[in-house]
Each structure stands twice: as C-alpha cells, then as structure tokens.
C-alpha cells in the first residue's frame, strides 16, 4: 500500500517552453504532498507544500510564480515549470502525506527533467 | 542556519560487514529523524523513523540510535549483502516544522562479495 506514481518519469524540452509533472496516490488519500527538487550528489531540497484545496506553501528561494502547483483533488497534485530554462534542469520529486501520519512521506519514482 | 551532514565519501564494505553510516545536525530541535533508501534515479524508500524521546529503533538487519545530547544519529547495516548498495538519506523533522523534512545529502554504500 501507499504507492505514489509521477508522470512523466522523463522529460526533454526547449528553452522557454513549460513543463507539467503529475504526482498521483494510488491507493491512499493524500491531505498533504510535497514536492522537492535533487540536483547530482545533493540532497532533496524543498521545493513547496501542497494541502488539497488550498494554495501552496514555497519554501524561501523558490519562485512561486516560476514553479506553479496545483493539488486539485486528494490524489493529485502538479507541478508546472513554466518558461524552463537549462538551469531548471534536475531531479523532480514528489511525495504525500495522508490523514493522521503526519511523521510519514511516500515518495514518488522522481521526475527527470531536462531543459535544452 | 540549521544543517544536516552526513559522510561524503562513499563506503565500502565487504559483504557480511556491518556497515554504519552518521548523521550529524546543527540548530535543530529535533521532533524525529528518519532514514531513508535511494536508488539511482529513484525516489526515497523509507526505512525507519525515530522519535526525540527514544535512543534505539531496530528493524530486520537495521538499527538506528539516537542521541540529542550528541546531535548524532548512526545508522547500522549488519550482515551486509551486494542488495544493500545504495545511498542511504537521513531526513529531520523539527518540532516547529512537524510532518516537514529537511534530507541530508547522502551517504552512498557500495556492499561487495
């Protein structure tokens, strides 16, 4: 149980264009998801937390305006990087959280994206 | 600013050994700390949790200590095994921030036969 799929597992895209990751419970409903961001050798950084049906919290240095998400429903969320740009490049990871554990994240397979 | 540091430097081990892997923070109150499995190219796996108030978790060939006094977690592998390589995360959660985590960047295990 407690399985979180994204989609896509891999992206390449141009310059300028916007990329949107989704990040689905499967078998769980998700109150909270995070997403973070993992760039080679480095640790999971956050990026946001997002709580159904309510706006998301960014975490100091990220531009909300840049990285927009979206949790519609208890098993989704996304995450739109708009005007990627080649340092936009790495590692997106997303997890959830359900109702009543708190202390626990489901981590996603992680997104790669590439930005040419 | 608050930190989280683990070793760098990939280790080693021969199968059979046990490993042990450290976790050290700085300007943390610490609610639990919890340790995490990452293949390359994958999401975090989580392996255990471990709250503020308890010194010792096990599970399977697993164990975690915890000492607030130190601000050190260790986290042992024994009877190594080749599947055991991987990166090994360990992951804070404050008292102010409860249900947020902050990784630390890894220490990479490679179990040889």
């Known amino acids: 149980g407690a399985v979180v799929s994204q989609h896509p597992s891999w992206v390449i895209c141009k310059s300028g264009t916007s990329v949107k990751i989704e990040c689905r419970s499967l078998d769980f409903q998700a109150t909270t998801m995070f997403w973070y961001r993992q760039f080679p050798k480095q640790s999971l950084m956050l990026m946001a937390t997002s709580n159904e049906g309510s706006k998301a919290t960014y975490e100091q240095g990220v531009e909300k305006d840049k990285f927009l998400i979206n949790h519609a429903s208890l098993t989704l969320s996304t995450l739109t990087v708009t005007s990627a740009h080649p340092e936009d490049s790495s590692f997106y990871i997303c997890s959830a959280q359900y109702r009543g554990q708190q202390e626990t994240q489901y981590f996603g397979p992680g997104t790669r994206l590439l930005v040419l | 600013s608050q930190k989280i540091e683990q070793n760098s430097e990939a280790l080693n081990i021969q199968e059979g050994k046990t490993a042990t892997l450290t976790c050290n923070y700085t300007n943390y109150s610490p609610a639990y700390l919890q340790w995490y499995r990452q293949d390359p190219g994958r999401g975090p796996v989580f392996l255990l949790l471990?709250?503020?108030?308890?010194k010792e978790k096990r599970k399977e060939r697993l164990k975690v200590t915890f000492d607030t006094t130190l601000k050190q977690s260790l986290f042992h592998i024994t009877a190594s095994q080749p599947a055991d390589s991987a990166t090994y995360l360990c992951?804070?959660?404050?008292?102010?921030?409860?249900?947020?985590?902050?990784f630390g960047a890894g220490t990479q295990v490679v179990v040889t036969p």
């Open positions: 471990i709250r503020e108030n308890e």
């Open positions: 992951a804070l959660s404050s008292i102010n921030s409860w249900g947020k985590l902050q």
